[in-house]
């Protein structure tokens, strides 16, 4: 996101350098695989969340460190295993080779099972998360990414469904992408012990937001070229994906995109805390082009 608002740099600086600090750093194969998949760049949009919602309640830094930290954790081994070659079989991933291109199959893999469990460290390990708060972030988690959340939306993915309804691929994103979105906010939300109402109106937002992330990257996928998004561009198109813009068409892609992020914002209006970054992220997400 460094090339899109000023004000998301410092988190980005501020996750950059909590995951350095949390990851491994000696000279072996694993540990190199690790940090070059985790510390290579990236949106760093789930940790972003996670501080934006926190800072609408009362949360200590390094809490708000230890819940950004393993979102993105998770987040990062997620991709490590969707580009191997029995997922998605991608070849780039931010701009550089993805994991398996660059370590082999066999070391991809066990670097994502490794960062896995590092994401439940984050928050277990942490000295500003109330024991009673880290079972409920665990479980929170847990559901995100597991067979009912972004396992669930991968393996949809992969199927070899050519008849998707606009409602089926909103399922299949709300579980690949959106669940952990959500989710994010909601951690967020519940670490800086803001009410139930008010962590409500932040996982409303996250679908919202969740469901066009996802659309714009169908539209990313067709538009942005390989040096500006970062991926191979028409990868979906190759892969014979079924997506927004071959769905219902390039142009309600786009407005749907932004009626989604416009109901977000409407959403997020309603809470008792400033939510005027949340509103400017939603923009962010529905003109991005990486």
């Known amino acids: 996101m460094a090339n899109s608002h000023n004000w998301i740099t410092p988190y980005e600086k501020r996750i950059n350098s909590a995951l350095g600090s949390l990851l491994p750093d000696d000279d072996s194969i694993l540990s190199k695989a690790i940090r070059y998949s985790v510390l290579n760049g990236g949106k760093r949009l789930r940790p972003l969340l996670v501080y934006l919602s926190s800072e609408l309640g009362n949360s200590s830094p390094e809490a708000q460190d230890s819940v950004s930290c393993a979102v993105e954790l998770i987040h990062c081994y997620s991709l490590i295993h969707d580009d191997l070659p029995s997922m998605d079989d991608d070849s780039l991933r931010r701009g550089m080779p ?158 749907r995109t932004i009626e989604l992020c416009e109901e977000a914002q409407e959403t997020v209006k309603k809470l008792s805390g400033d939510s005027t970054k949340l509103i400017k992220l939603s923009d962010f997400i529905s003109n991005r082009n990486y």
Do not use: W
């Open 98 to 255: 993805t994991c398996h291109k660059e370590f082999g199959e066999a070391v991809a893999i066990l670097a994502g099972d490794a960062i896995q469990p590092m994401a439940y460290y984050s928050l277990t390990n942490s000295k500003e998360i109330e024991d009673k708060h880290k079972v409920s972030l665990v479980s929170l988690l847990a559901e995100a990414c597991g067979q009912n959340g972004m396992v669930e939306g991968q393996i949809l993915d992969i199927s070899e469904n050519k008849s998707l309804s606009i409602e089926d691929l909103d399922y299949m994103h709300s579980k690949k992408t959106g669940s952990l979105i959500k989710t994010c906010l909601e951690m967020g939300g519940l670490i800086s012990y803001l009410p139930e109402q008010e962590i409500n109106l932040l996982s409303e937002y996250g679908e919202k937001v969740g469901l066009a992330f996802q659309i714009r990257d169908d539209i990313i996928d067709l538009q942005s070229p390989t040096e500006i998004s970062g991926k191979t561009q028409g990868a979906d198109i190759l892969q014979k994906k079924i997506t927004y813009p071959n769905l219902i068409g390039m142009e309600r892609a786009k407005k």
